[in-house]
DNA sequence: TTGTAAGCGTTATCAA
DNA sequence: TTGATAACGCTTACAA
């Protein structure tokens, strides 16, 4: 258990003042050349490495770490906004702190406190909790706060968000080109942002096509695939059954094609998908698609950004969505 | 911009000494019940959150803080990982702190470069380099190093793996029980650990099985789906087909499936996929099954049992795996 | 039960 | 170009 060499040790080994050494390690300009050379091979010679937890106490304020709280890190929606924002971060000399919520408001609140504790100089967060006004104090005091897929109630920050309605409107628009009127929407909680945005446009849509009651086909609480699977099996129990499927997130577009293949002449249902996973492609899904890992980029750009200029105009990034027809969403009505 | 209070502040609020405010804060015992209840105020009224950077530097060693190097956050296999870890840190009051390596050696040692900066308590690595003895002078310093999925070379150190070889020879064993004989192996890029597991097994227990000359049918360099759907097409283009696939890993099994889409009888051929993944249900894949959240949750429990006890006998955890029967491994041979 | 004083390993100020 | 010396906000001996 040796203990490492600490700045002091390698100026003294290298005959100079701590500040100095300082300098050089810190690429500063000012030195000559020859002190440089000295304290550069002292410092390789004792394997110095600086220490990072005293840097940020000294420079004070805050340190180079971002914290990021998100819902589910296992879910690859999340992992890949992560991965986005961890890529980002790193061009500019920040690492990634990560937590997970699990989509609780509670936990949300006391991992927020865990990372402003650690003096993490931005979060990055997919909001759980509904009010998010106690960030407030800690905005006023300089943190920078940054959300992202879904928008934060009770705080005026930046927001990386997708064209949920406008993705809505053109799955929507797609199945009813195709001749489908009897679509039904298969959503998340109904609390949540993205769900009330795509549930609003469904109706809206379906109302503006002269579609009465499109309610009827209205579901809530796909949250994971197996409730899907459930909400999806009672619409083709009941009578009037839809022609055509909207699974509002990727669980839901999974549970649906479960309780597709046992309903009799599932198979010719028309299905769309939003969020597109990897074996959609393979399945012959269409779906709604977009870039999590390029939103997760945004956000992390916004953070540096407002880190760096605090009084900048509070922006909303509105990412757009695609249509990836692939054969599921084109089947005409039976 | 205002200034967080510091515990000095509290202190001077609660009319108590520095270190009165600090044993109120962190629960130490022996301070009298009202004393407390007035530094507990002062804190709370004056919105007062603990440094923990600067906690961790006074402390002296390391921080709360553990690392997690790892391929690619986007891929599930390694969010799963992350999420094992992160869940079990929590347990423990720890944080943590992720980078991607890109599966690039070099990009490997500057991200370990910068977390041991950070002072972290534990490094928690999915090894890309093919040599960490690099690592030993911190492990001599007291760095706790735990690798997972593949072991690290040139370091002895805690290890969670799965079970490679047991997973391909039930794998393996599953299709030659189904009757074939010309079984097709699918697999990464070859200097990966997990490559050279699997692939020799699999050239075992054909050669056992008494099939000569199983390389014929053995093929490396799938490391994304395009790749793995090259091979494939490939394999079956050439004279004498194999009858069934092992794809050996998640990417292999989609551009197997990829592949045999395209191949006439494709739907024929049987398929047993390394790695489960979530559509392996819906699409009737059989596949050798582990739990990967469970691997990141054993490699940080070693991680924090061996911060606690760093004399402790190096641990090495290989986890089971299953072949889960799905309906592409039990085709017959045509 | 409470307080004093000395660090922890940097960066920053200001003078030389 | 260099160097004392004081922060940074906390923990930990050691006293009282």
Redesign the pocket.
């Known amino acids: 258990m040796i203990?490492?060499p600490?700045?002091?040790v390698v100026a003294e080994a290298a005959g100079?003042?701590?500040?100095?050494a300082?300098?050089v390690?810190?690429r500063e300009?000012?030195?000559?050349a020859a002190?440089r050379e000295r304290v550069l091979d002292a410092a390789t010679s004792l394997g110095?490495r600086?220490?990072a937890v005293?840097?940020d106490?000294?420079?004070?304020g805050f340190s180079r770490l971002v914290g990021f709280i998100t819902g589910d890190l296992a879910n690859e929606f999340y992992s890949a906004l992560a991965s986005g924002i961890e890529r980002e971060l790193r061009e500019h000399g920040l690492q990634l702190l990560t937590a997970s919520s699990d989509e609780d408001p509670e936990r949300e609140g006391s991992l927020t406190g865990e990372l402003l504790e650690r003096r993490v100089g931005a979060l990055i967060v997919t909001p759980a909790g509904a009010d998010h006004s106690a960030l407030r104090g800690e905005i006023a005091a300089g943190l920078t706060v940054v959300v992202v897929d879904r928008p934060a109630a009770g705080i005026d920050v930046d927001t990386v968000v997708i064209d949920n309605r406008g993705g809505t409107r053109a799955a929507v628009g797609h199945l009813l080109a195709h001749g489908h009127r009897r679509i039904a929407f298969v959503g998340d909680e109904p609390h949540l942002w993205t769900y009330q945005e795509r549930s609003t446009e469904f109706l809206d849509v379906m109302h503006d096509a002269g579609v009465p009651d499109a309610e009827r086909w209205l579901r809530s609480g796909a949250h994971d695939a197996a409730a899907a699977r459930g909400l999806v099996a009672e619409l083709f129990a009941a009578p009037e059954p839809p022609t055509a499927v909207l699974a509002a997130n990727n669980r839901a577009t999974v549970g649906t094609l479960q309780a597709l293949r046992d309903v009799p002449g599932g198979d010719g249902v028309a299905v769309v998908g939003f969020d597109d996973f990897e074996l959609a492609d393979l399945l012959g899904i269409t779906v709604v698609a977009y870039d999590a890992v390029e939103m997760g980029r945004r956000a992390a750009e916004l953070a540096v950004a407002r880190s760096a200029e605090p009084d900048r105009a509070v922006e909303l990034v509105v990412l757009p969505t695609r249509v990836l027809p692939r054969g599921s969403g084109e089947r005409p009505p039976r």
């Open positions: 203990r490492r600490t700045l002091a100079v003042s701590l500040k100095t300082s300098r390690l810190n300009p000012n030195v000559a002190t110095f600086r220490n005293a840097a106490l000294a420079r004070g």
